[in-house]
Every structure is written in C-alpha cells, then in structure tokens.
C-alpha cells in the first residue's frame, strides 16, 4: 500500500512503570512490527504516561523517580517519548481521560508542524463525543491514537469496579488497543467471553511475543529488596538510578500499604 494511503498511528502506555523494564520498552516495538505488517498502518510515535502519586498502589514510588527512571529508559530512541502530563496531576485521573487527552493534544500537533519532527498530520478532525464506532473517525482521517497494554491490563477490565464500563467502550470502541500477550493469559478467550469487547473486537490488535519475556516490575522490586541484580532486566540507565538514589526496599514496598486503590474508591462511591 501507497505510504500516502496509511493510517498514522500513535501508540500511548499508561501504568506504573514501577520501575520500567525492558518489557514495557519492547511492547513498543512488538506493537509497531505488527501494525506496520498488516499494511494498513504506520508508527510514527510512542507515548509512555506513568501514573500520579495519588494512584496510591501499594508499593507505587514517587512519580519523580518513575518518570525519570521512564525518560532514561527511552533515551536512545527516535520514537518513543515520556509524558509528564498525567504524573503530575494531584489527583489521580481516569485512564480514558488521560487518552482524550492525548488525542486532543495530538489533533492540535497537526495544526503546528513545526512541532512534530516525525510526520505532517492529517487535516484536523472534530471529536465526536457521544460516538463510539469502529474508530471510523481516525482511520478516515489517518491519524489513529491506540491505547498500548499488556494482557493483564486487557484482563483487568472485569475486575470488579476497577473500570468504569462507559470508559472501556470508549479507549476500545473510539480509540482502539494493542494488547501484548504475556504466559498465563489468554487475550483472545477473555474477549469472547466479553459482549463487550466482542462488540469491538476489530478495534482489539492482539499481539504474540514469540520471544517470551517475562520480566515484571514486581519481579524486579523483589530482587531489588533482596539487593540481587537486576542488570540486564532494566536498561543500564535505569539501574544506575535505582542505585543512586537508593530506590526499593522493604519500607517503600509498604508504601501505600492498607490504601484503597484510587479508580476502586472513586468508582466504589459512585456505584
């Protein structure tokens, strides 16, 4: 397909990144071989937003250091940058917030090229508030935002009040995802078993690592506790920081420890 006639995709992360590994960084690259496959799309940036302190998830350090940690990590990429947005709200923000977010904010990229080094965008599209269809309006206008997961982010969304129904449909029903395949889950069986995401499973790009990597960021803070090395499972950068600042111990782990998780509560109260 005519590289002019390619939907231009960017690809967002929300979550921890406590402390970001290599995992998280490969899921990038994973989502982007596999959209740019199909012929259909083309990957023009990656986006990584770490959460706010006011999550408040149990062993969650300060977004400073996370964030930090994150821009470290994709130092010596062209294309995947960190966002501050999000990690520095006082409270903690809804993830379709933080999408709508960054679709807006890459609507009004297009309108000033001269701050966008990867692509000259699309003419600039309404957003359609009250539409959720098959994400008809940024394929027409050939620019995509894609929320970017592992699958147990994927899972989570039947966890009982952890998400807001009205949100799934719109990150998957407007948006659309990418989901990494990770042992032990089964995306493609968690979206059967769902109406709703059944309902919107051409949004849903299910991705197979066919190079297993295991790493998890609990993994790691349990190495890191135990003063094991963790080189190697991290980028470089990342370790020397961790070190520096002397990060993750048994105390930090205990960090909001007893709290209720903040979507939980907020969506507790509201059900």
């Not at 231009?8 to 992360?13: D, F, G, I, R």
């Amino acid at each position: 397909m005519d590289g002019q006639h390619l939907t231009k995709v960017v690809l967002l992360a929300c979550g921890s990144f406590n402390p970001i590994t290599n995992m998280h960084l490969r899921m990038f690259e994973l989502a982007r071989d596999h959209l740019e496959d199909t012929g259909q799309y083309r990957v023009v940036k990656g986006i990584i937003s770490p959460v706010g302190d006011a999550y408040k998830k149990k062993g969650l350090i300060e977004a400073r250091h996370r964030l930090e940690m994150a821009r470290l990590s994709t130092d010596s990429s062209d294309w995947i940058t960190v966002d501050p947005w999000e990690s520095v709200q006082p409270e903690w923000v809804e993830t379709a917030k933080v999408v709508r977010h960054y679709y807006k904010e890459m609507l009004e990229a297009e309108q000033n090229t001269d701050d966008v080094d990867t692509v000259k965008y699309a003419k600039k599209r309404r957003i359609e508030e009250n539409h959720f269809g098959v994400s008809s309006h940024q394929k027409k206008d050939g620019l995509q935002l894609m929320f970017l997961c592992g699958a147990d982010v994927l899972e989570s969304f039947g966890v009982p009040n952890l998400w807001k129904q009205e949100d799934i449909n719109e990150i998957v029903g407007r948006y659309g995802m990418v989901c990494i395949t990770r042992s032990g889950n089964d995306p493609h069986k968690f979206i059967h078993q769902s109406d709703k995401l059944w309902q919107y499973r051409q949004n849903i790009h299910v991705v197979r690592e066919w190079v297993t990597n295991e790493i998890s960021a609990t993994q790691v803070r349990r190495s890191l506790r135990r003063g094991r090395s963790v080189r190697y499972l991290l980028p470089d950068g990342v370790v020397h920081y961790i070190q520096e600042h002397a990060l993750y111990s048994a105390e930090s782990e205990q960090r909001n420890a007893g709290v209720v998780l903040a979507p939980i509560q907020k969506n507790t109260e509201v059900s």
